[in-house]
């Protein structure tokens, strides 16, 4: 998926390709484009996201060498590169829906998008997109239930953003009926990989939670997301019935 702030594009080419060239100590636009073209679909891919961002940072494999090559801003040209990847890299595919869902070099049509991310619905990124989808109404109805599931498939994959949307879900009441103590347990996963939130609220509740709970935390951060019913279940017999419908100790 791309970086909607800031992104850092790096153009893989095979070595071979390198060797000897006389743009490898000179390069030049044309000549990486036929480089990367000649690389296949992840360097096609990539050069699309550089027409996309406006830069292309080029790494030569071995060598310690980064050269940055402007690029003209055109998502005409860069949906050109990304569809030479269907078929060959799931990032063309996953990039293609974003395009079309932010109107990238096309018009913004999100039935177009859901259907390109469909196309790669084992992935993570892709069923969070889904999820994303109908939680939204983009190009479908909305259907927080269908959302959930979506969402769930990305967290069992450990995609983090899947499992914030869980949370949230647990939080709001999208397609799950509101439980405070299902929210902190799935919010514990994305603290486990990194991923904690700055919530106050929610930084004072799980460190109470540590205190009181150590052992099973433990079992609730083990890496494993789709284990969170279970941790949950065990969770839920230590805490008095006011605790759990709390949310709060």
Same mark, same amino acid.
């Not at 998926?1 to 390709?17: E, S, W």
């Not at 996953?94 to 932010?102: E, I, K, M, Q, V």
């Given at each position: 998926m791309l970086d909607?702030?800031?992104?850092?594009?790096?153009?893989?080419?095979a070595a071979a390709l390198l060797s000897g060239s006389a743009f490898a100590d000179s390069p030049s636009l044309d000549g990486w484009l036929a480089a990367a073209d000649e690389a296949g679909p992840a360097a096609q891919v990539n050069v699309g996201n550089s027409y996309h961002s406006g830069r292309m940072i080029l790494t030569e494999p071995g060598r310690a060498i980064e050269t940055e090559i402007p690029v003209p801003k055109d998502d005409v040209e860069a949906m050109k590169w990304w569809r030479k990847g269907i078929?060959?890299?799931?990032?063309?595919?996953?990039?293609?829906?974003?395009?079309?869902?932010?109107?990238w070099g096309v018009p913004r049509d999100d039935a177009e998008a859901l259907r390109w991310w469909k196309q +790669?619905?084992?992935?993570?990124? #892709?069923? @969070?997109?889904?999820?994303?989808?109908y939680h939204n109404g983009?190009?479908?109805?909305?259907?927080?239930?269908?959302?959930?599931?979506?969402?769930?498939?990305?967290?069992?994959?450990?995609?983090?953003?899947?499992?914030?949307?869980?949370?949230?879900?647990?939080r709001n009441d999208w397609g799950v009926q509101k439980d405070n103590a299902q929210e902190y347990l799935w919010l514990s996963l994305t603290k486990q990989i990194g991923c904690w939130g700055e919530d106050p609220q929610h930084v004072k509740q799980w460190q109470e939670w540590e205190r009181k709970y150590p052992s099973m935390i433990r079992n609730a951060l083990d890496? +494993?997301?789709?284990?969170?019913? #279970?941790? @949950?279940?065990?969770?839920?017999?230590a805490m008095t019935p006011d605790e759990i419908e709390q949310g709060h100790l």
């Amino acid at each position: 998926m791309l970086d909607r702030n800031t992104l850092l594009v790096i153009v893989p080419v095979a070595a071979a390709l390198l060797s000897g060239s006389a743009f490898a100590d000179s390069p030049s636009l044309d000549g990486w484009l036929a480089a990367a073209d000649e690389a296949g679909p992840a360097a096609q891919v990539n050069v699309g996201n550089s027409y996309h961002s406006g830069r292309m940072i080029l790494t030569e494999p071995g060598r310690a060498i980064e050269t940055e090559i402007p690029v003209p801003k055109d998502d005409v040209e860069a949906m050109k590169w990304w569809r030479k990847g269907i078929g060959k890299h799931v990032s063309a595919e996953l990039t293609l829906g974003d395009a079309y869902h932010n109107g990238w070099g096309v018009p913004r049509d999100d039935a177009e998008a859901l259907r390109w991310w469909k196309q +790669e619905d084992w992935h993570p990124v #892709a069923q @969070l997109e889904i999820g994303d989808a109908y939680h939204n109404g983009w190009g479908v109805t909305r259907d927080d239930i269908e959302a959930v599931r979506w969402w769930r498939k990305s967290a069992d994959q450990g995609g983090w953003r899947g499992i914030l949307a869980i949370a949230n879900a647990y939080r709001n009441d999208w397609g799950v009926q509101k439980d405070n103590a299902q929210e902190y347990l799935w919010l514990s996963l994305t603290k486990q990989i990194g991923c904690w939130g700055e919530d106050p609220q929610h930084v004072k509740q799980w460190q109470e939670w540590e205190r009181k709970y150590p052992s099973m935390i433990r079992n609730a951060l083990d890496g +494993e997301p789709n284990r969170a019913s #279970a941790a @949950l279940q065990v969770l839920t017999r230590a805490m008095t019935p006011d605790e759990i419908e709390q949310g709060h100790l």
